[in-house]
């Protein structure tokens, strides 16, 4: 059942980021992060209640969803950041810091043949995101941020596992959008620049940023799912497959150019999806 959580959440990241390619960009990050916030309650809250979740807490678990709440918020700052020819391929990576920690930190096992799906998933997701305009150049600020940012998704995920060991995953979804209030608060409080509404520039952005968000939104509540589920080294490279599918609609909805590397790099993926699943 995991598997299946994961590819959902795979799909609807997919497709939120079809649609956050024409407005996500012209947003700022601490905007992106209020205009996340309302979807974020409306669909975790109400659902999680239904389910029982449960208000009651331990400090040391409610401690570490706002570590996740807060990593989430700075993702996007990191993600500004990096020019996104260079930043799309590295953050790609991220799974392995994920699967790094898991292994170390939490005793994670995985088999010989579940190393070699993962890793293909991972060479697959990195192959796809690359693109003609791949280039280091001299600024090492370009390779600086977008590293920055892998980890920074790759050790949310780690921590995100570590709270799900100790909550059920109903209680995690009512909590992280909750302390998310204070996270966005916090960042609303420190950034005055990013507070600046350019009404003539995000206007007409604002409603495919909606409809992404939402997607995405409701993508993390399968991927909180599916990490209650199953080891962390898995579901997180399984998940981000996303990439894939953004790719192919690109290619089918926005007729952007599928190159020979991508290609490659969607069979890696789909052979390790498939090695994974069997």
């Given amino acids: ?20 390619k024409k407005g996500y960009a ?5 905007w992106t992060a209020v205009i996340d916030l309302p979807i974020y309650l409306l669909i975790f809250v109400p659902f999680s209640l239904v389910k029982g979740a449960s208000f009651d807490i331990n400090p040391e678990d409610l401690i570490l969803i706002f ?58 997701t990195v192959l796809i995101s690359l693109n003609d305009k791949f280039r280091l150049g001299k600024n090492k600020s370009l390779i600086i941020w977008p590293i920055a940012t892998a980890f920074i998704l790759g050790i949310s995920d780690f921590v995100a596992k570590i709270a799900l060991n100790g909550v059920s995953v109903d209680t995690y979804n009512l909590w992280l959008p909750l302390v998310s209030i204070v996270s966005v608060s916090i960042f609303w409080s420190l950034d005055r620049k990013g507070r600046r509404w350019q009404k003539e520039k995000n ?6 940023t909606l409809i992404g968000v939402t997607m995405i939104s409701l993508g993390f509540l399968f991927f909180n799912f599916a990490l209650s589920l199953e080891k962390a080294s898995l579901v997180t490279p399984v998940s981000s497959i996303y990439a894939v599918l953004t790719v192919i609609l690109s290619f089918l909805f926005l007729k952007e150019k599928i190159s020979r ?3 490659w790099g969607i069979l890696f993926t789909l052979a390790g ?6």
Avoid at 26 to 30: A, D, E, Q, T
Avoid at 74 to 103: D, F, M, N
């Fill in 1 to 20: 059942m995991w598997l299946i959580y994961a590819l959902l959440t795979a799909c609807l990241w997919g497709t939120g980021q079809l649609f956050l």
């Fill in 26 to 30: 012209k947003i700022s990050p601490l």
């Fill in 67 to 124: 570590i996740v709440a807060t990593l989430t918020v700075a993702y996007y700052y990191g993600l500004a950041k990096g020019q996104l020819a260079v930043s799309g391929t590295l953050i790609a990576a991220y799974p392995i810091v994920t699967v790094v920690a898991s292994i170390m930190f939490l005793g994670e096992y995985i088999s010989p043949l579940q190393i070699l799906a993962v890793g293909s998933v991972i060479v697959g």
């Fill in 203 to 208: 206007s007409s952005s604002l409603w495919q």
């Fill in 261 to 263: 590397i991508q290609r």
């Fill in 273 to 278: 999806i498939f090695l994974i699943g069997g």
